[in-house]
Nanobody, 122 residues
Framework: QVQLVESGGGLVQAGGSLRLSCAAS????????MGWFRQAPGKEREFVAA???????YYADSVKGRFTISRDNAKNTVYLQMNSLKPEDTAVYYC????????????????WGQGTQVTVSS
């Protein structure tokens, strides 16, 4: 059973930064793709960023140049560094795991975390 536990959310002013973390259980972390999604109130969950097992990255246009996804296989953890935050980035952010990058690019995942709230004030 794989568990994904997000942390690092909070309240920040526009233009500020936050770093989200997602700790994963299980032995296959280093060979899988990991990603971040978000869901704002009244909206559908949307793709944010993903990273393959060999560190190929992919971003939604809305966060490109502001967010950076990375992974530490020794710690079974994936990170999302969020800079230049905007009020429209306010959402619950979810971590996801999939066998390969293209699954996450198509919003498909084997496992989801419980989410962490990010609120950006104007």
């Amino acid at each position: 059973q794989v568990q994904l536990v997000e942390s690092g959310g909070g309240l920040v002013q526009a233009g500020g930064s936050l770093r989200l973390s997602c700790a994963a259980s299980g032995r296959t972390f280093s060979s899988t793709a990991m990603g971040w999604f978000r869901q704002a109130p009244g909206k559908e969950r949307e793709f944010v960023a993903a990273i393959s097992w060999n560190r190929i990255t992919y971003y939604a246009d809305s966060v490109k140049g502001r967010f950076t996804i990375s992974r530490d296989n020794a710690k079974n953890t994936v990170y999302l560094q969020m800079n230049s935050l905007k009020p429209e980035d306010t959402a619950v952010y979810y971590c996801a795991k999939a066998p390969a990058l293209h699954y996450l690019q198509n919003s498909q995942s084997d496992y989801w975390g419980q989410g962490t709230q990010v609120t950006v004030s104007s």
